[in-house]
């Protein structure tokens, strides 16, 4: 391993200070990603460099380290102009190289930075440099309006002592502003006590309603919620409101003027007014910036990590697996597109059914009783669109033997059928056809499909065309590689997108090998990868553990057992006397292995206790196994929900201010932060996940807006208070199937709450936003 420059030293140890690891953990991760490595890579098989450091801890490494490398290039870039203009003095030198931070860099080069002409360029110019000086130093005695005399010029433009004076003050103000000290006091002033604070712009009422929460709001701008930040921002920039980020003047001005203000006296007053000025026309406007910057930063940070986490809890959704599927792609008017897949999820048949009107139901009924049955359909796929109850009921009542009925999420499947991908597979089928496909492969195998898709079209995020997309990219791409790497991919039948997403690979890479085992069929080994062009050995190095080859020349291939550990596993078999089929097929053959026994330089604990993990369950699928979820019978539409239903669902997203939940009736209902459990809930993540099936109960209605507020806890109408109402017994009255609260006696039930009340009705604003 290469020694490190300094200012690279000097970065590794402050990122192991900052994560709290050990420096020589973060050297090895920050070499091993020098050299190439994938953060699955690093984290699967180079665990005794890094001493066992997870994927999180990696990728955290590594952004950290493009962080302050930008800063070291900022440093540099800054150094170099100084130098060039003759500026650089050695304690200039040391105050960029010891710049913790881009703002804290940017302080110190302020007074330096090339600028536009300002107001204290121009009094210099006029040769009022010298009385700023003096009225700034409020020396004992001196009279400022006595020394401004003898700057009256008005061939300069001084044309008497007021405007000597003001000139004199705003190099003053200027010098406020760039004075180092003064803008860090600023800095920690706005972080620790600014108000964010929101207005609506007169006349926009009616055009802005969509922010009507925000048309007069402020709060503390260090707890704003990022959701809630990310609005304000948008109303802004859409021209509806008012957005400021800056703390009470008073508090900042008792902060200023102490640190330039010295003396009670006339010089004392001019330096007052002058730090006034430089707050109210310099300091505080760029120090409302820099807020603003890090609070649409911090947002932006927050929604990428929710969208990430959600992404994630999709794509590791369980799969059915490879059964034979008849998918259905719901519609009333152009009827329901229906496609049969094989076991492999390659396209058997299409066609399209109608189920509006007594006949044409009859006949759509004899048309997937024959599809199952020409097909040997095991499961059935409805796509969670127009249409989808009554379609999946029609499917219920057939009553099909040993066949499941699914819905099945449809984000993203219209983006699909009209990509590049869908063009390449099915050049000549209709755009609503492939869709239906994607249904049917999502139950497959939600993985191999979902990797198709552009991950910010899923639907799962908050706030995402708000925020910075390149972050959001690199952090959805993070989450599709580490999904796909912890899953592994069968190399022999994996499409190009999903080999694309391997450890080491790449689009370019993914494609050759699809290429070579069409032309040459499939691979029977690992090393035979090695055969693909511009498949060298170091993408061979990444890859190779997370490929699959089922049924291969040797076991190992389809395990995560990496290839350069199979000498390793071929001792262990040779120690024991068996084959390698023996040592995976007998855990009592494993059992006399001690692991300690083959530690050795190159090999220590952590990766032999992986290669025992796997050769327990080779190949092993980390996602849950699949269960059959189905809806409340009899609830299709809004107007079949009652107030006190009891109902199963689906979460279909997660946000700071709760989750949405499908409950089979189109719109999906709200379940608010506050109604996620019985218990205070911080974070809705630590409750609920994306595609986590959960029980509900509805609380609130607006059929005019579409919209259901729904509750988790066990008793939702237990701390709500009102007149009495409903049947009489403190309960709401329901006619709709599925069950209620349980009955209790007069006068213990409060009422349930108003019709969507307001705060649901501020987070469904907050949805729309997004």
């Known amino acids: 391993m290469s020694e490190n420059p300094p200012a690279a030293e000097k970065n ?51 952004d950290r380290l493009t962080q302050l490398k930008e800063l070291d290039a900022r440093r540099e870039a800054i150094l170099k102009s100084l130098g060039e203009r003759n500026l650089l003095t050695p304690e200039l030198t040391t105050k960029v190289n010891e710049a913790p931070t881009m703002a804290q860099l940017e302080d110190v080069y302020l007074p330096f930075r090339p600028k536009r002409r300002t107001k204290a360029m121009m009094a210099k110019e006029k040769g009022l440099e010298p009385l700023a000086l003096f009225i700034l130093a409020q020396e004992p005695g001196a009279d400022p309006l006595a020394e401004a005399q003898g700057y009256v010029d008005p061939e300069k433009g001084v044309e008497g002592v007021g405007e000597a004076l003001a000139g004199a003050r705003d190099i003053i103000a ?64 859409e021209g509806h409101l008012i957005m400021r980020a800056a703390p009470d003047p008073d508090q900042a001005l008792a902060i200023l003027r102490p640190m330039f203000v010295k003396a009670e006296d006339p010089c004392g007053e001019q330096v007052g007014l002058a730090v006034d000025d430089g ?28 969208f990430a986490e959600n992404l994630r809890e999709l794509l590791m959704a369980a799969p059915l697996g490879p059964k034979r599927v008849l998918a259905l792609d719901p519609g009333f008017r152009t009827g329901c597109k229906v496609v049969c897949l094989n076991r492999q999820g390659d396209l058997l048949h299409h066609g399209v059914i109608h189920i509006m009107g007594a006949g044409a139901r009859q006949e759509a009924a004899a048309t997937l009783r024959h599809l199952v049955e020409t097909y040997q359909i095991e499961a059935v796929a409805v796509g969670n669109g127009t249409a989808s109850r009554e379609t999946e009921e029609l499917v219920r009542s057939l009553e099909l033997k040993d066949v499941v009925v699914v819905m099945v999420s449809e984000a993203g499947a219209s983006v699909y059928s009209a990509s590049e991908v869908a063009r390449q597979e099915f050049p000549d089928l209709d755009l609503t056809v492939r869709g239906a496909v994607s249904i049917g492969r999502r139950l497959i195998d939600p993985l191999s499909e979902l990797v198709k898709i552009d991950p910010k079209s899923i639907g799962v995020g908050q706030y995402q065309h708000d925020i910075d997309q390149g972050q959001l990219s690199r952090s959805l791409d993070d989450v599709v590689v580490s999904c796909v790497n912890s899953v592994g991919v069968e190399v022999n039948t994996a499409s190009p997108q999903l080999l694309a997403a391997v450890s080491g690979l790449g689009p370019a890479l993914a494609q050759n090998i699809v290429a070579h085992r069409e032309t040459n069929g499939p691979f029977k080994e690992r090393g035979e990868l090695l055969k693909v062009p511009r498949l060298g050995p170091k993408a061979f190095e990444q890859a190779a553990g997370f490929v699959r080859i089922q049924g291969g020349v040797n076991p190992l291939d389809a395990s995560a057992v990496h290839p350069e550990s199979y000498p390793l596993v071929e001792k262990m078999a040779h120690d024991l006397a068996c084959r390698l089929e023996d040592l995976i097929r007998d855990q009592s053959l494993r059992a006399g292995i001690k692991p ?21 369950k080779p190949g092993r699928d980390p996602r849950e196994s699949f269960e059959v979820f189905s809806f409340a019978e009899g609830v299709h539409t809004l107007e079949d929900l009652q107030v006190g239903m009891r109902l199963p669902g689906v979460v279909t997203n997660v946000t700071n201010f709760g989750a949405f939940v499908d409950v089979g009736v189109h719109n999906d209902g709200l379940v608010h932060i506050s109604q996620l459990a019985d218990h205070f809930v911080r974070d809705p993540r630590q409750e609920v996940k994306v595609h986590q099936t959960v029980e509900v109960v509805v609380i609130g209605l607006d059929l005019g807006r579409g919209r259901v507020s729904l509750s988790m806890k066990s008793d939702p109408f237990a701390d709500l208070t009102g007149r009495e109402s409903g049947d009489g017994q403190g309960r709401p009255r329901s006619k709709g199937k599925g069950s209620r609260p349980p009955r209790r006696p007069q006068g213990q039930r409060p009422e349930p709450p108003k019709p969507f009340n307001n705060a649901f009705s501020r987070a469904f604003e907050k949805l729309n936003k997004s």
């Open 279 to 306: 707050y109210k026309r310099l300091l505080g406007p760029a120090m409302e910036v820099e807020l603003r910057l890090a609070l649409r930063k911090r947002a932006e940070e927050e929604a990428v990590r929710v």
């Open 12 to 62: 590794l140890s402050q990122i192991a200070d900052e994560l709290k690891l050990g420096l020589g953990q973060v050297r090895a991760t920050a070499a091993l990603l020098e050299e190439g490595s994938t953060v699955p890579f690093i984290a699967r098989y180079r665990k005794e460099a890094t001493g066992s450091l997870d994927e999180v801890a990696v990728i955290a490494i590594r």
């Open 596 to 616: 300690e026994a083959y530690v050795s330089e190159e090999v220590g604990l952590p990766t032999i206790n992986d290669i025992l993990a796997e050769l327990a």
């Open 174 to 237: 200027e010098i406020v502003n760039e004075n180092g000290e003064a803008r860090a006091a600023m800095r920690a002033l706005y972080q620790e006590r600014a108000i964010l604070s929101s207005k609506v712009i007169t006349g926009q009422e009616e055009a802005g309603a969509k922010f009507k929460d925000y048309f007069e709001a402020s709060e503390p701008a260090a707890g704003a919620a990022g959701h809630r930040i990310l609005a304000i921002r948008r109303g802004a920039k």
